[in-house]
């Protein structure tokens, strides 16, 4: 976020509020943007946002082709929406009010990344997955085509016919998404052997740090 101090009428402001999963291992605290909240002309920041086209293949294509795999692997990407910078003019359409404690006065700030609640949200973050394995895929041709074909919002679903092609995918893809600022966490998969490689990867990464 980032403290704004523009004149109110060029700004737009969220209303937003906690919401706590105490069975969720990981973000027990997600913060709820209402985008669709109307403001004194009648109109909500979702009512002039256009959504943007569907990208991805529906859910039950990517199930279909993930259970086809041998081996199975899932993932997810790491706070997604937070690893992507909005452009500066957009900012002001994003706009919330916070103060640390009922005595202080409020402060105005400026949402800088994509934010869960608009509706042009989930677009740009698929957008931007694709984007960069657009990017990256002179140097991670697989990963690439795996990062645009079996990925649902944040979700990936995928695998091979074999450990050491499932090997493969697990570090490539980490390497492409990770080259943006895009780091998967949660892996599982049906393969023993695969999943104690990726807990000593994670061992030794959480070590390195």
């Not at 293949?57 to 899932?74: G, P």
């Not at 934010?115 to 990017?135: E, I, M, N, Q, S």
């Not at 450990?163 to 492409?176: F, M, S």
Request: glycine fraction near 2%.
């Amino acid at each position: 976020m980032a403290l704004t101090n523009e004149d109110d009428s060029n700004r737009i402001f969220l209303p937003h509020h906690a919401v706590i999963r105490e069975d969720k291992d990981t973000t027990k605290l997600r913060v709820v943007f209402d985008a669709s909240a109307r403001g004194s002309k009648g109109q909500s920041l979702n009512d002039t946002l256009l959504t943007g086209p569907v990208i991805q293949d529906d859910l039950r294509t990517l199930i279909t082709k993930w259970r086809q795999h041998k081996i199975a692997l899932i993932s997810d990407i790491t706070k997604m929406y937070r690893q992507i910078l909005v452009q500066k003019k957009d900012t002001y359409y994003q706009c919330i009010v916070w103060r640390d404690n009922p005595n202080e006065n409020c402060r105005f700030y400026r949402l800088l990344t994509v934010t869960f609640g608009t509706a042009c949200a989930p677009y740009l973050a698929v957008r931007t997955l694709v984007k960069v394995a657009d990017d990256e895929s002179d140097k991670y041709p697989e990963a690439a085509e795996i990062v645009k074909t079996s990925f649902y919002m944040d979700d990936l679903m995928t695998g091979a016919n074999t450990e050491k092609q499932a090997i493969a995918i697990y570090e490539q893809v980490n390497k492409l998404l990770e080259s943006a600022g895009f780091i998967l966490q949660k892996w599982s998969s049906n393969s023993e052997n695969l999943l104690q490689i990726i807990q000593q990867n994670k061992e030794t990464y959480n070590h390195s740090r």
